[in-house]
Nanobody, 121 residues
Framework: QVQLVESGGGLVQAGGSLRLSCAAS????????MGWYRQAPGKQRELVAR???????NYVDSVKGRFTISRDNAKNTVYLQMNSLKPEDTAVYYC???????????????WGQGTQVTVSS
């Protein structure tokens, strides 16, 4: 089995910064893409940022220039540095990873439990 554990959420004032971390553990052969999603109350879950194993990244337009996604492949960990936070960034943030648990195995998607980010105005 594979577990994703997030940390780093909390309450911050507008303009502040937070850094989220998500560590994958368990039976892992390789991890392809890792990403961060968020879901605000009454809204659908949306992709915030994604990074593949080679390092290429993509972001939703609303966070470009403010958020940076990175990963440490040796630690099976993905990070989301969030700067210049806005009240509209308030949401539960979930990490996600495409994991292969054995050589020539299929890649399955795993989710973390979510961490709350609240930005006050």
């Amino acid at each position: 089995q594979v577990q994703l554990v997030e940390s780093g959420g909390g309450l911050v004032q507008a303009g502040g910064s937070l850094r989220l971390s998500c560590a994958a553990s368990g039976t892992i052969f390789s991890i392809n893409a890792m990403g961060w999603y968020r879901q605000a109350p009454g809204k659908q879950r949306e992709l915030v940022a994604r990074i593949i194993s080679g390092g290429s990244t993509n972001y939703v337009d609303s966070v470009k220039g403010r958020f940076t996604i990175s990963r440490d492949n040796a630690k099976n960990t993905v990070y989301l540095q969030m700067n210049s936070l806005k009240p509209e960034d308030t949401a539960v943030y979930y990490c996600n990873a495409g994991v292969t648990t054995r050589r020539f195995g299929t890649t399955n998607t795993y989710w973390g439990q979510g961490t709350q980010v609240t930005v006050s105005s």
